[in-house]
């Protein structure tokens, strides 16, 4: 498996690890990039994620073999739309998006007849950290990628996705665009939405100086995701609305019980719920739901 030509768009924490596990692994032969800012593709180029600054997504995914998308995921349509006419018959074309089923409608409208050429992807590893300056060839090393794909793909295509995942370290699966869409809301979506709830809640009031002056470790464990790109989140959120408010509406379900349980002094109910999450939690860092 080698790629000659690698174009990414959006050489980011996620674009920039990606290219630097492919030369890692000497899987790819030229790696170029294009972005929104200067500044971060000159520190793409000078890390080595990429070996040429391409001025557009279409100069980029000119004759290239292997394109990802690892822009914010608001940019999708526009980039699928730009890049759809240049892409070569046997391009194969992925995403490192974070929602799923907004990408797939993007690349629906934007790669018409090319569809089957785009195989979805999420990696589900990275950090509060942006720009290519945080990538590591590391990133995806044990990690899990999931992909969602089409039913227009050919399995060969989707094998070869996976393949290569593999061969940088990622534990790949599959879901439809609907269960990711689901899952992530639940257990990545909303705890960011609730780290910045948290975060700005403190900070709009006026003694925020005095409390910050005595957060220390639990609300810097709590609140580490609130230091995560906001335009990314902003996306992501919004992407994926319905799914992020259904599962707001639940766990505002969640915080009324334990306020009740406050309220009648019930004690022993408090501890059980604490009890049961911290069973739960040891069980999810020991592996058991693996
Ligand atoms: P990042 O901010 O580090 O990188 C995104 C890059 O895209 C930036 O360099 C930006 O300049 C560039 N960009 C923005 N608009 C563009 C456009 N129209 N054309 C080309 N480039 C453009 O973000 P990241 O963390 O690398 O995230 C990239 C994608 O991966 C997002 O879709 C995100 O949802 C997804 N993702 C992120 C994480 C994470 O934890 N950071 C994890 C999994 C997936």
Redesign the pocket.
């Known amino acids: 498996m080698h790629f000659e030509k690698v174009a990414i ?7 920039g690890s990606f290219s630097l596990a492919l030369k890692e692994k000497k899987l790819c032969g030229r790696v170029v990039g ?4 200067a500044a ?1 593709m000159k520190a793409a180029l000078a890390r080595g994620a990429i070996d040429a600054i391409e001025a557009d ?1 279409v100069a980029a995914v000119r004759d290239a073999d292997l394109v990802l998308i ?4 608001a ?1 999708f349509e ?2 699928f739309l730009a890049i759809g006419p240049h892409l070569g018959t046997e391009c194969l074309v992925m995403d ?3 929602t799923k089923r907004d990408v797939v409608s993007a690349a629906k409208k934007g790669l018409g007849g090319k569809i089957s050429q785009f195989v979805p992807a ?6 509060e950290k ?3 300056a945080a990538a590591s060839a590391d990133l995806f090393r044990g990690r899990r990628l999931v992909l969602t794909p089409l039913k227009e793909n050919r399995e060969k295509d989707v094998k070869t996705i996976a393949d290569l995942w593999t061969a940088i370290g990622a534990r790949v699966s599959r879901m439809t665009p609907e269960e990711h869409d689901g899952v992530f809301a639940a257990v990545s979506h909303l705890p960011h939405l609730l780290a910045y709830a948290l975060v700005d809640d403190i900070s709009a009031r006026p003694d925020a100086p005095r409390l910050f002056c005595y957060a220390a470790g639990g609300f810097r464990d709590f609140t580490r995701i609130a230091s ?2 906001p335009e ?1 989140w902003r996306d ?1 959120c919004m992407a994926n609305s319905d799914r992020l408010l259904a599962e707001l509406r639940l766990f505002e379900k969640k915080l009324k019980t334990i306020g009740a349980m406050l309220e009648k002094g019930d004690a022993a109910a408090l501890e059980k719920l604490f009890g049961d999450a911290r069973l739960a939690r040891e069980r999810w860092l020991k592996g058991e739901y693996e």
């Open positions: 768009v959006g050489v980011g924490l996620i674009g294009t972005g929104r800012s971060n997504a690892a822009a914010p995921v940019q526009k980039i490192a998006g974070s999420h990696p589900i590893a990275g950090a942006s720009g290519a995560s790109h990314m992501i």
